[in-house]
């Protein structure tokens, strides 16, 4: 029997519930912050597949598929460096909070931060705020209203990490990767994306 459609009530919860967990990543010091970021993704994910399976439709695995998720990636690393360089030219704290961004990782090896991103928080994110949030958005209020809801709530819950710069990389990547399964109605090229993106720009070639 079809699951019914979550109620507003419900998705409301489910934004709270991801506030709670970004809070706690970045504002609490029990844990490190690879496990912390980890465990919130993987649990968003868990919990949206089980409220609403992603169906079949929203993943087309093909060769096409796989080079835009590769493509897409390198894109924003390059948006992403461009952007570091501009805003470090017109914000003098612009460095420093970069390098905070990668100061909450200190402590955990490379190659661990890589494959979590990789294998984890990257599809675990993208299940939950694409897949499952974005998708009932666009439903209920259009594709252009509810990616920028997406944006919106996806940067809003980076405002606990209390870095401008980083609210302002969430907001960038949101809108992109948003913009990606607005356009291609395809999950599987956005986590490619964004789990290569992450695991490179964090665990293979950072900006700081």
């Known amino acids: ?17 991801a506030n709670i967990f970004w809070f706690a990543t970045f504002s609490l010091t029990f844990s490190t912050f690879w496990i912390k970021i980890t465990f919130s993704a993987s649990s968003l994910a868990v919990l949206s597949m089980w409220i609403r399976p992603i169906g079949k439709n929203s993943f087309h695995l093909d ?31 612009a460095e420093r909070q970069i390098g905070n961004v990668y100061g909450k990782g200190e402590g955990t090896p490379m190659w661990i931060i890589f494959f979590l991103l990789l294998f984890i ?10 897949g499952f949030l974005q998708d009932r958005l666009m ?31 969430a907001a960038v990547a949101g809108a992109f990767w948003g913009a990606m399964y607005w356009r291609l ?21 950072p900006l700081s």
């Open 185 to 205: 109605g395809n999950l599987l090229p956005v986590i490619i994306s964004h789990s290569l993106w992450s695991a490179f720009i964090f665990g293979v070639a």
């Open 1 to 17: 029997m079809k699951r019914p459609e979550p109620s507003w009530t419900f998705l409301l919860l489910t934004v709270i519930l």
């Open 63 to 93: 060769t096409k598929s796989i080079l835009i998720g590769l493509i897409s990636a390198v894109a924003l690393y390059l948006i992403f460096w461009a952007g570091k360089e501009i805003s470090s030219a017109l914000f003098p704290f």
């Open 139 to 169: 439903e209920h209020f259009g594709g252009c209203r509810g990616w920028i809801f997406t944006t919106v709530l996806y940067a809003g819950v980076h405002i606990w990490s209390f870095n401008f710069m980083l609210i302002g990389a």
């Open 121 to 130: 928080t990257g599809p675990g994110e993208e299940l939950y705020w694409r």
